[in-house]
C-alpha cells in the first residue's frame, strides 16, 4: 500500500527547545536595518532620509500639468508622466539649487551663504503621479520631497527649486509644442508647498491603536488560552512589526500613511496562525495530562506545530498571492503598501511557525521552575526543628 505523504513531516527538528536558534535571522535582520538606516541618514545628510520619511509626514511640493483631455489620455499618460517626472528629478535642477544657496543673492535676502548642500540632497525625488480633473482641466499631479530641513528650515530653499522645477517643465513642453506660446505653456504649470498633512497627530494616533490592539489581543489570549499564550503572542507580533520595519529601512520604501494602514493590516492579520496553533497546543495538552502525569510539553507544542503547519501555509500563500500580484503590477503608490505587507506575512508565519511555541516553552517553563523552587524552600521551611522556651 502506497504511503501517503504528510505536509508536517517535513518538519524533523525540535521547535520549542531552539529558541536561541528562531531568534538569530530577525537580530540579524534588525542589525542590517539599524546599519542601512545610517548609511541612507549619512548619504542623505538627514535622518528623516535614514527611513525614507514620506512628505505625508515631513511635507513636500505638489506640482500640477493641466494639459487637457485633448492630449492627455490612457494612450499618451505614460509619455507625458515620464517626460515630466524626468524634468522633475533632473540632476541640473538641483545644481541650480545648489549655486542659488552659495551665491551673493541668497547672501543679501538671509543673511548667509549655505555650506554642505550637494546635488544629491537638493535633487527632487518624486513619490508618485496621478491624474486629477477632467475635461479641459485634466491634470497629472506629481508630489516630490522638499529639500532637507537641515538646510531649509523655512523652505525658501524649496519654494526655489519649484520655481526651477516649473521652467524645467515648462522647456519640456515647450519642445512637445513648438508652436504654443510660452505664457500658456507656462500657465499650465502651477506648484505648491504643502505642510505635513498626518505629521506627529497621525503618528500618535497609530502608535495608540497598535498599543490598543496588541492589549485587546493579550487579554482575549489569556482569557482563551493562559497567560503564557497571550505573552508569547504579542511578542511575536511585535516581532513581525518589527521586521516589518527593518526590512522598510533595508529596501528604502517610503513610510507614509500606507505605511501605517501596512502596520494594522498585519497587526490585525498575523495573530491568527498564532491562536490556531495555541487552540491546538490546548487540545492536545488537555487529552495528554489525561492520559498521563508526565508528559513533555516540548513534544506537544513540537507536534502542534506539525499538525497546523499545512493550515498556516495555506492561509498565507492565499493571501499574499493578490498582494505579490499588487507589488508586481501596481503603481509605487501601491508598491507602499504592498511590499511592507509581504514582508510583515513572510514575518507573522516565521513567528507564528517558531518563535510562539518556543517562548511560549520557555516561559511556561520558567515559570514552573519557579513554583517547584517555592514548592522545595516552604516544605524545608515546614522541616526545620522549632526551639521553644526562653533561652537559658
Not at 2 to 15: A, G, N, Q, T, W
Not at 106 to 121: A, D, N, Q, R, S
Request: net charge negative; aromatic share 10%; glycine share 4%.
Amino acid at each position: 500500500m502506497e504511503k501517503r505523504f504528510k505536509v508536517e513531516s517535513l518538519i524533523k527538528f525540535p521547535i520549542a527547545k531552539n529558541l536561541k536558534f528562531w531568534i538569530i535571522a530577525p537580530l540579524a535582520i534588525i542589525l542590517l536595518a539599524g546599519i542601512m538606516f545610517g548609511v541612507f541618514a549619512g548619504v542623505y545628510k538627514d535622518v528623516n532620509k535614514g527611513m525614507n520619511i514620506g512628505i505625508d509626514f515631513a511635507g513636500g511640493s505638489l506640482v500640477t500639468v493641466t494639459l487637457g483631455d485633448s492630449v492627455l489620455n490612457d494612450s499618451t499618460y505614460s509619455e507625458y508622466e515620464s517626460l515630466i517626472k524626468e524634468a522633475i528629478e533632473a540632476q541640473e535642477n538641483a545644481q541650480k539649487v545648489v549655486d542659488y544657496s552659495t551665491s551673493e543673492e541668497y547672501e543679501t535676502k538671509y543673511g548667509k551663504k549655505l555650506e554642505g548642500i550637494t546635488v544629491p540632497i537638493a535633487q527632487a525625488h518624486v513619490t508618485y503621479a496621478q491624474t486629477a480633473g477632467s475635461g479641459e482641466e485634466y491634470a497629472i499631479v506629481f508630489k516630490y520631497d522638499n529639500v532637507s530641513k537641515t538646510y531649509d528650515e523655512d523652505n525658501t530653499l524649496s519654494t526655489y527649486r519649484n520655481e526651477v522645477i516649473k521652467q524645467a517643465i515648462a522647456d519640456t513642453l515647450q519642445i512637445k509644442f513648438p508652436t504654443t506660446d510660452r505664457d500658456e505653456i507656462e500657465s499650465m504649470i502651477t506648484s505648491e508647498n504643502i505642510g505635513a498633512t498626518a505629521s506627529a497627530e497621525l503618528i500618535k494616533t497609530a502608535l495608540i491603536c497598535l498599543a490598543v490592539s496588541l492589549a485587546v489581543i493579550l487579554v482575549y489570549i489569556i482569557i482563551r488560552f493562559e497567560i503564557w499564550s497571550g505573552l508569547a503572542a504579542v511578542i511575536a507580533l511585535i516581532h513581525d512589526v518589527a521586521i516589518l520595519v527593518a526590512m522598510t529601512i533595508i529596501c528604502h520604501i517610503q513610510v507614509n500613511s500606507a505605511f501605517v494602514a501596512a502596520i494594522i493590516t498585519i497587526v490585525s492579520y498575523s495573530i491568527n496562525n498564532t491562536i490556531v496553533i495555541f487552540d491546538r497546543v490546548r487540545e492536545n495538552l488537555k487529552n495528554e495530562r489525561k492520559l498521563n502525569e508526565k508528559y513533555d510539553s516540548a513534544v506537544i507544542l513540537d507536534n502542534s506545530v506539525k499538525q497546523t503547519l499545512l493550515r498556516s501555509i495555506n492561509s498565507t500563500v492565499t493571501t499574499m498571492v493578490p498582494i505579490v500580484i499588487f507589488a508586481i503590477f501596481g503603481s509605487a503608490t501601491v508598491n507602499e503598501f504592498a511590499l511592507p505587507v509581504i514582508f510583515g506575512l513572510i514575518a507573522g508565519f516565521y513567528s507564528s511557525m517558531f518563535l510562539s511555541p518556543s517562548l511560549y516553552y520557555v516561559m511556561s517553563q520558567a515559570w514552573e521552575k519557579h513554583k517547584a523552587n517555592n514548592k522545595i524552600k516552604k516544605e524545608e521551611e515546614k522541616a526545620k526543628p522549632k526551639y521553644v522556651g526562653a533561652k537559658q
